[in-house]
């Protein structure tokens, strides 16, 4: 259970670490564009970025089954903002995909640790 934990871990640091470092490969890979002031960028780099940074490294610092089941309750609730947006906003192939990663760790996380 240690490997999936450090494994979802990992994910969030790595995944986060894009957002935060690589806000215009972020923005371009979620089909964002920017606008007149540099607040996209910024957001990116806060909300889909280093807060998922933060959690991860949180986790592996504590290294506890509540902290790494806080993991899954953050993805599940990404998981659920992406389901709301293909309920009400209309579905994409790329929609499904981000999807279902963040539900699978989601599940995964919660799985381990609950």
Do not use: H, Q
């Not at 871990?9 to 215009?24: C, E, H, V």
């Not at 293909?86 to 499904?96: A, C, P, Q, V």
């Amino acid at each position: 259970m240690d490997i999936l934990n450090y494994l979802f871990a990992l994910l969030s640091i790595g995944l986060g670490a894009f957002g935060w470092l690589a806000p215009a490969y972020t923005m371009g890979a979620l089909d964002l564009t920017p606008g007149k002031t540099s607040m996209g960028a910024s957001e990116v780099r806060a909300s889909v970025g280093a807060l998922f940074v933060g959690l991860g490294v949180g986790a592996l610092i504590l290294c506890t089954p509540t902290a790494y089941a806080m993991i899954g309750f953050a993805w599940g609730g990404a998981a659920v903002g992406r389901l709301t947006s293909l309920i009400l906003d209309g579905r994409s192939r790329k929609k499904w995909v981000y999807f279902a990663v963040e539900a699978a760790v989601a599940i995964g996380a919660l799985w381990v640790n609950l």
